[in-house]
C-alpha cells in the first residue's frame, strides 16, 4: 500500500475536516464528532490527530477567527488537501468492495 | 471591569499547568480552542462544572505527542506571531540533555564506587531505623483515632487536691455512669467500661480464657468498633447478651454462625449463660480499650449490691458530648453535680487543708480528650505510653538521618572538586544555574532513592525481628496508611533537598573561570565540614552517654533490695481454671514434710510480672483520725511474711490458732504507720471507707516493694479471708536445686489440676519482667547509639580518605624532608581527633544535664558516675582515631617517590 495508514479516529477527523468544509477547527471537529458519534471527545486528542494528518499532507491549515470567547486567540483551520480527500475516496471504495464481497444467502 | 469579571473564566493555575507542556508554537490556537469550549460548557453545565471539565481537558494535553513535540527542536509551524506568548525558555527537560545527565550521573557513581556504596548503606541503615522508629511513633500517635466524632469522647477522671500535691485519677464508681446520663440527658452517651483479669469462658465443655468487659449498651453507640453481625442498637439491649469479637467466634465457634448461641461466663460453680448477640470485628491494636468480648454490667452478681457504692472505684467512664456542648461548658456543669454528689468527699480534703487548684476545685469531675488518653498516664493507671517515648523515638530517628545527611553533604562537597571541571566547561557552553543544580540534584536524589528502596525494603524483611526483639508490635499495614506514606515521603523529600540541595547549591555558586583556571580552593568548606563532623559526633556522644546512665539506672533498679527475698521463691499463677485457695490447702498437705519446700502462702498480687503477664492491684483508702490514707489492699494467707522472708518489726504475723486473725486484722507495713502518723501502731483499730469496718493492726513489716521500684514504696496493708479468692501461691524451697523442685511442684500440679496451665516461675525473674520497659528503651537506644556511632565512623573514614588524598604531595615533601611515619600519623590524625574533643565538650554537659532531669523522675536513682562519662569520652577518641588510622598509616608508609612523581 503506498498510501499512509490511517487510524479509524484519524479517519473519522478526516471526515469531520471535509464535513465543515473550511470551518473546521479544534472544537466544531469535537462538536461534530460529540453530536455524531456520542463519544466522550478529548480536545487534545483532536488536535494531535490534526497534526498527524497535516504531517501526512492529508489536510491543511491557516490561523484566523478569532473571537472573544477564545480570548482574542485565532484558530486554525484546517481544509482537506486533494490528496485527503483521494485517500477518503480510496477507503471508501476499498470498504465498499469489501462489503460486496460478504456472501449473501439468498432468500429469494 | 466589565464583562471580563463577570464572565466565569477558567482557573489560571490550569491555564499555567496547560503552559508547561503545550508546544510553543500552538499555544495560541490551542488555548483559543480551550477557552471557547469553555466557554460552551459553562453555557451547557454552569461555570462549576465547566471548570472541572477545563482541568480535565487541560490533563488530557499530558500526552507523549505534545511533549515530545515541546522537547524536538522540529517545528512544523514557523515562529508565530502570537500575542499571548507562552514563558518561551531553553528547558532543561529535554531529552538530549536528560539522557547526557543520567549517562554522566551513573558514571561519575561508578567511578567512586565505594564513597557511593558509604553513601547508599549510610542513607539505607538510616532509613530503615527511621521506618521502624516512625511506625512505632505512627502507633503511638494513632491510639483511638479511628473513632468517628472521636474529638466529641472524653473519659471521665477526678481531679483532688490534697495538701501534698494533687492527684487525677480515672478509676471511677459504679453508680457514676447512670447518674452522669440522668443528669446530663443532653450527652449522646455515657458508658462504664471494666476490663479485668482474664475471665473462663466454656462452650460445650471447651474452655477458653478471654477478656471481657463490663460495659453500657452506649458502648456501641459511642465508640466505633465496627459490628460484623448484629444490629449495634440491640446487640446490648439484653442482660445477658455478649459480643464477642471475631477471633474469639473463629477460636470458639469455628465455622459456625455464632448468632445466638449461648456461651458460660465465670468460674466452674458460679456461671452464668450468656447469648451471643453480635460479632464484632476485632479491636484494633491501637485501641486503649481491649477485649475479646462485651457483656452488661447489669449481669454481674454484685451488680445489685455495688450500684449505690460511690466508695468504690474500679470503671472507667467515657461519654459522647453533642456537638454543640463543648468541654469547658460540660465541665463547668459538672462542677454542681459534683458539689452534691461528692459534699463528703469535698468536706474531707477541706478538713485536711487542700487548697483548690487554679481552677479554683477541690475536688472534681473533669474529661480528657480520647485521643489523649493514651498519653495520660495518670488516667490510664500507667497503662497508657508515656507522650516522652513518642519524642524519645522521633528525636532518635531525626538524629539518625540528620547523620546519614551530614555523610551524604560531607562526601559530596568533599569531592565536588572532582567534578568543579565538569562543571565548569558546562557553565561556559551556557548551561544556567538551574540546569546544573538540576543535574547535581538529581544525582544525589539517586543515591537517596537507592538508600530509601534499600532501607525500607531492609525494614520491610526485619520487622518480625525487631517485633520480637523490642517486644513491638508495629505490623506491615502501616505501610499501606496514607497518613504514614505521606510522613516518610516527606521525610524523604527533606533528607533529598538537604543532603543533595545543599552540595548541588554550592557546587553551582562556582565561578566557571576560576573553575576552569584551577584558581578554586576548597578551604572554605573545610569549615562546614569540621562543624558538621563535630555535630554528628555529638549526636552519637550523647545518645552513648544517654545509654549508659540508663543502663546503670536499670541495674541499680534491679539490685536495690526489695524488701522481700527474690532468690529460691516460685511463684505460680493460679488462673482462672482452678480454685487458688483449694490448690493452696493440697499443696501444703501434700508437701508439708518435703524438706525442700520451707513454706506454701498465697496471695492476691504477684510479685513481679510472672509468665501470666497479668498484674493486678487493689487499693483502698483508710480513715484515721480524720486522715485519708491510700493504702495498698493485700490479700494474703498464712505464712506470706515467712515465705517471702520480709522482715516483721513489730506485732505478729497472721496465726492460724488465733481464730479471728481472718476477720478485720491487718498487718501494715512501716511507710504506713508513717502515714497514720504512729509510732507503734500495733494494737490499734483504724477504718476502710469501703467497708465500713473497723480493722485492727496486729503487726508492723518493714517496707518492701509491692510493684516496681521505678515507684516509690506505697503503704501496704494485709489482710487474711478466707472468702476472698487467691490468684497466686507463693513456695519458698530450700534446695541447691531449685529447679528440681519446681519440677516437683509441676508434677503435683498436673495430677490436681490437669486442665490448667502450670506458669510458675522464679521469683527473681519476675522481679527482671518488672524492667522490661525499660530494658527495651535501653536496648533500644543502645542499637541507636551504636548505629549513630558506625554512620559517624563511616562518615569520618570517607571524609579522612579525601582529606589525605588531598595532601599526598605534601606528605611526599614532609618523608623526603625527614619526617618520621609516626609523625604523619599522628599529623594526620591530630585534625580528627581534636574535632571529636570539641564534639565531647559538648555533649557530656548535655548529657549529663539531660539525665539528671530524667533521673528526678525515680524516687531511686544512681548518681551519675564521672567515671562512665571519661570510659565514653576515651572510647570515642579512641574510634576516631581507629577510623582514620588505616588511611593515616598508609599515608605514611607510602613510598614518597611514587606520591611526587606523579604530574
Redesign the interface.
Known amino acids: 500500500m503506498g498510501r499512509s495508514y490511517l487510524g479509524e479516529f484519524e479517519e473519522l477527523v478526516l471526515l469531520a475536516v471535509a464535513v465543515l468544509d473550511g470551518n473546521a477547527y479544534g472544537v466544531a471537529i469535537a462538536d461534530e464528532l460529540k453530536q455524531r458519534t456520542d463519544r466522550a471527545i478529548n480536545l487534545s486528542g483532536i488536535h494531535v490527530a490534526l497534526y498527524r494528518l497535516e504531517e501526512k499532507g492529508l489536510v491543511v491549515s491557516e490561523l484566523g477567527g478569532a473571537t472573544a470567547e477564545r480570548g482574542g486567540r485565532r484558530k486554525r483551520l484546517f481544509s482537506i488537501t486533494p490528496l485527503g480527500s483521494k485517500t477518503l475516496n480510496d477507503m471508501r471504495d476499498v470498504r465498499n468492495q469489501l462489503w460486496d464481497a460478504i456472501p449473501r444467502p439468498s432468500f429469494l | 471591569m466589565d464583562r471580563n469579571n463577570l464572565s466565569p473564566a477558567p482557573p489560571a493555575w490550569a491555564d499555567r499547568l496547560f503552559g508547561w507542556i503545550c508546544p510553543p508554537e500552538?499555544h495560541?490556537?490551542?488555548?483559543?480552542?480551550?477557552?471557547?469550549?469553555f466557554?460552551?460548557d459553562t453555557r451547557a453545565f454552569g461555570p462549576a462544572r465547566a471548570r472541572r471539565l477545563y482541568v480535565r481537558?487541560v490533563l488530557?494535553?499530558y500526552?507523549p505527542?505534545?511533549l515530545k513535540?515541546r522537547t524536538a527542536s522540529s517545528q512544523?509551524y514557523p515562529a508565530?506571531n502570537d500575542?499571548?506568548p507562552p514563558v518561551n525558555q531553553p528547558s532543561f527537560l529535554r531529552i538530549d540533555m536528560l539522557r547526557n545527565y543520567l549517562k554522566i550521573a551513573l558514571r561519575t557513581l561508578w567511578k567512586s564506587k565505594g564513597y557511593t556504596a558509604i553513601n547508599v548503606s549510610g542513607l539505607a541503615v538510616a532509613f530503615c531505623v527511621c521506618t521502624f522508629l516512625f511506625m512505632t511513633v505512627y502507633r503511638q500517635l494513632t491510639f483511638d483515632s479511628f473513632h468517628a466524632n472521636g474529638d466529641r469522647i472524653f473519659q471521665t477522671y477526678f481531679f483532688s487536691g490534697s495538701p501534698q500535691s494533687s492527684a487525677r485519677s480515672g478509676i471511677m464508681p459504679l453508680p457514676l455512669g447512670p447518674a452522669l446520663k440522668t443528669s446530663f440527658p443532653e450527652l449522646e452517651g455515657v458508658t462504664r467500661v471494666r476490663i479485668g483479669t482474664k475471665s473462663l469462658v466454656s462452650y460445650n465443655d471447651k474452655y477458653f480464657d478471654k477478656h471481657i468487659a463490663l460495659t453500657d449498651p452506649d458502648f456501641l453507640r459511642i465508640f466505633s468498633f465496627p459490628l460484623v453481625k448484629g444490629n449495634r442498637q440491640q446487640a446490648l439491649q439484653n442482660l445477658s447478651g455478649i459480643v464477642i469479637s471475631e477471633s474469639m467466634a473463629r477460636t470458639i465457634f469455628g465455622e459456625q454462625d455464632p448468632m445466638g448461641k449461648q456461651l458460660r461466663l465465670g468460674q466452674l460453680t458460679e456461671q452464668k449463660n450468656y447469648m451471643v448477640t453480635g460479632v464484632m470485628a476485632d479491636l484494633p491494636d491501637n485501641s486503649s480499650i481491649h477485649c475479646d468480648a462485651l457483656i452488661r454490667v447489669e449481669s454481674t452478681d454484685n451488680y445489685r449490691q455495688d450500684m449505690k457504692n460511690w466508695d468504690g472505684n474500679s470503671y472507667s467512664v467515657y461519654l459522647k458530648t453533642p456537638a454543640t456542648l463543648d468541654q469547658a461548658t460540660l465541665e463547668s456543669r459538672l462542677r454542681s453535680f459534683t458539689n452534691t454528689q461528692f459534699a463528703r468527699t469535698i468536706a474531707d480534703l477541706k478538713k485536711e487543708g487542700a487548697k483548690p487548684d487554679e481552677r479554683g476545685d477541690l475536688f472534681a469531675i473533669r474529661l480528657q480528650k480520647l485521643k489523649n488518653v493514651h498519653f495520660d498516664r495518670d488516667i490510664t493507671a500507667g497503662k497508657g505510653a508515656p507522650v516522652a517515648l513518642v519524642y524519645a523515638l522521633s528525636g532518635l530517628a531525626v538524629f539518625i538521618l540528620l547523620i546519614a545527611c551530614i555523610n551524604f553533604i560531607n562526601l559530596t562537597i568533599a569531592r565536588s572538586f572532582t567534578r568543579a571541571r565538569e562543571l565548569g566547561v558546562r557553565k561556559s557552553l551556557g548551561a544556567l544555574r538551574h540546569q546544573l543544580f538540576i543535574q547535581i540534584w538529581g544525582e544525589a536524589l539517586v543515591v537517596c532513592l537507592s538508600g530509601f528502596l534499600l532501607g525500607t525494603g531492609l525494614a520491610y524483611s526485619l520487622i518480625s525481628s525487631f517485633n520480637a526483639f523490642f517486644d513491638a508490635r508495629i505490623d506491615l499495614s502501616y505501610l499501606q496508611k496514607p497518613g504514614f506514606i505521606g510522613l516518610m515521603a516527606v521525610i524523604f523529600l527533606v533528607v533529598s533537598l538537604l543532603a543533595g540541595g545543599y552540595p548541588a547549591w554550592r557546587m553551582t555558586t562556582l565561578r566557571a573561570v576560576d573553575v576552569l583556571k584551577g584558581k578554586i580552593s576548597f578551604r572554605r568548606p573545610g569549615i562546614l565540614r569540621n562543624s558538621l563532623i563535630i555535630t554528628q559526633f555529638t549526636i552519637s556522644c550523647l545518645l552513648i552517654c544517654c545509654t549508659v546512665v540508663a543502663i546503670q539506672q536499670i541495674d541499680f533498679l534491679r539490685e536495690r533490695p526489695l524488701g522481700f527475698s527474690r532468690e529460691q521463691v516460685i511463684s505460680i499463677p493460679v488462673g482462672t481454671r482452678t480454685n487458688g485457695r483449694m490448690m493452696l490447702q493440697r499443696f501444703r498437705d501434700h508437701f508439708a514434710q518435703d524438706p525442700a519446700i520451707v513454706s506454701i502462702t498465697g496471695s492476691s498480687v504477684n510479685l513481679g510480672r510472672g509468665k501470666d503477664r497479668v498484674t493486678s492491684r487493689s487499693m483502698t483508702g483508710m480513715a484515721y483520725k480524720g486522715k485519708n490514707i491510700t493504702t495498698d489492699w493485700l490479700l494474703v494467707d498464712y505464712d506470706y511474711l515467712k515465705t517471702l522472708n520480709i522482715k516483721l518489726l513489730s506485732g505478729r504475723e497472721f496465726d492460724p490458732t488465733y481464730a479471728t486473725d481472718s476477720v478485720n486484722r491487718v498487718i501494715i507495713s512501716e511507710s504506713m504507720a508513717k502515714e497514720m502518723g504512729v509510732k507503734n501502731p500495733v494494737g490499734l483499730f483504724f477504718g476502710s471507707d469501703t467497708s465500713g469496718t473497723r480493722s485492727q493492726i496486729i503487726g508492723m513489716v518493714a517496707d518492701f516493694h509491692l510493684y516496681a521500684p521505678t515507684g516509690k514504696i506505697a503503704p501496704v496493708t494485709m489482710h487474711l479471708s478466707h472468702r476472698e479468692p487467691i490468684s497466686y501461691l507463693f513456695v519458698r524451697v530450700n534446695t541447691p536445686n531449685p529447679t528440681a523442685a519446681m519440677t516437683k511442684l509441676q508434677a503435683y500440679w498436673q495430677t490436681v489440676a490437669p486442665q490448667a496451665e502450670f506458669m510458675a516461675s522464679f521469683l527473681d525473674e519476675n522481679v527482671d519482667a518488672w524492667f522490661q520497659n525499660e530494658q527495651t528503651m535501653s536496648r533500644l537506644f543502645s542499637i541507636a547509639s551504636g548505629i549513630a556511632i558506625f554512620l559517624s565512623c563511616l562518615g569520618l573514614f570517607a571524609v579522612a580518605l579525601l582529606a589525605i588524598e588531598q595532601r599526598t604531595k605534601e606528605i611526599g615533601v614532609r618523608k623526603v624532608m625527614g619526617a618520621s611515619a609516626a609523625s604523619i600519623v599522628v599529623l594526620l590524625s591530630r585534625d580528627f581527633v581534636k574535632l571529636v574533643v570539641i564534639a565531647l565538650a559538648i555533649a557530656l554537659p548535655l548529657a549529663w544535664f539531660g539525665m539528671q532531669q530524667w533521673l528526678n523522675n525515680y524516687p531511686y536513682r544512681v548518681s551519675i558516675s564521672i567515671g562512665a562519662f571519661i570510659l565514653v569520652a576515651a572510647g570515642a577518641i579512641l574510634v576516631a582515631i581507629g577510623t582514620v588510622s588505616y588511611q593515616t598509616i598508609k599515608a605514611a608508609l607510602m613510598n614518597p617517590v611514587k606520591s611526587l612523581k606523579t604530574e
Not at chain 2, 28 to 37: A, I, P, R, T
Open positions: 500552538l495560541e490556537e490551542l488555548q483559543g480552542d480551550l477557552h471557547e469550549q466557554a460552551a481537558q488530557t494535553f500526552r505527542y505534545f513535540r512544523t508565530l500575542p499571548f
